[in-house]
């Protein structure tokens, strides 16, 4: 799980680059967050939620992730709530969520979102759900299959965290990424940079004599 100390960065962050105007924004914006009881009236969404949704606007879209998983946490979104950010939101609310599941949902009830987004092309998307959450609790199976997503959408391996822990000795994956490798020099294609730096980190450690 993402240390808590990741989201006193954001936050430091954005006190530091976000001008006086959208700091006042943003501190309103966690403050009513923070008041949210927990109850929602289908008519009426939260406060918050609709912060949620402006939050590009009014911080600006380099900051709008940083701003979402900050609103997220004070609000204490539960996997319900997240589920339901995520299915209506725009491609960059979802980023925000899939950032946000290491904070928020200690075991692997977020799991379906990071499947759903790694069944989309958006490559923002993927990149966000090949995070430390996924580095925690994708079972191996899928976890191979997004890092061969990685490669064929174009996401760079560096996204994958805790990548060189969960590629170490794998030799499933190994075989997968021989594979895919095949496949593409046998269409003509070129092999991606970030395959051969993969299938390094897949070889067992050697014992010293």
Same mark, same amino acid.
């Given at each position: 799980m993402t240390p808590p100390t990741t989201l006193a960065a954001l936050?430091?962050?954005?006190?530091? $680059?976000?001008?006086?105007? !959208?700091?006042?924004?943003l501190d309103q914006a966690l403050a009513e967050a923070a008041a949210? @009881? %927990? $109850?929602?009236?289908?008519? !009426?969404p939260p406060v918050w939620e609709l912060r949620f949704a402006e939050a590009g606007r009014r @911080? %600006?879209?380099?900051?709008?992730? !940083?701003?979402?998983?900050?609103?997220?946490?004070?609000?204490r979104a539960d996997t319900d709530t997240l589920t339901r950010l995520y299915a209506q939101g725009t491609a960059a609310e979802r980023c925000a969520v899939l950032t946000s599941l290491p904070h928020l949902v200690p075991g692997?009830?977020?799991?379906?979102?990071?499947?759903?987004?790694?069944r989309t092309n958006d490559t923002r998307l993927v990149a966000a759900a090949v995070g430390p959450y996924a580095a925690e609790h994708l079972p191996a199976h899928h976890w191979?299959?997004?890092?061969?997503?990685?490669?064929?959408?174009?996401?760079s391996v560096d996204a994958v965290a805790e990548l060189w822990r969960?590629?170490?000795g794998d030799a499933e994956l190994a075989r997968m990424l021989d594979d895919f490798a095949q496949e593409r020099t046998a269409a003509g294609r070129s092999v991606p940079e970030d395959l051969?730096?993969?299938?390094?980190?897949?070889?067992?450690?050697?014992?010293?004599s």
């Open positions: 936050r430091a962050q954005l006190d530091t $680059t976000l001008t006086g105007a !959208a700091r006042a924004w949210h @009881t %927990g $109850t929602r009236d289908e008519k !009426a @911080t %600006g879209q380099d900051h709008a992730d !940083a701003t979402r998983v900050l609103l997220l946490h004070a609000a692997p009830e977020g799991l379906p979102l990071v499947e759903d987004a790694l191979r299959h997004a890092v061969l997503k990685c490669l064929f959408t174009g996401v969960r590629a170490h051969h730096r993969v299938l390094t980190l897949t070889a067992p450690a050697t014992e010293e």
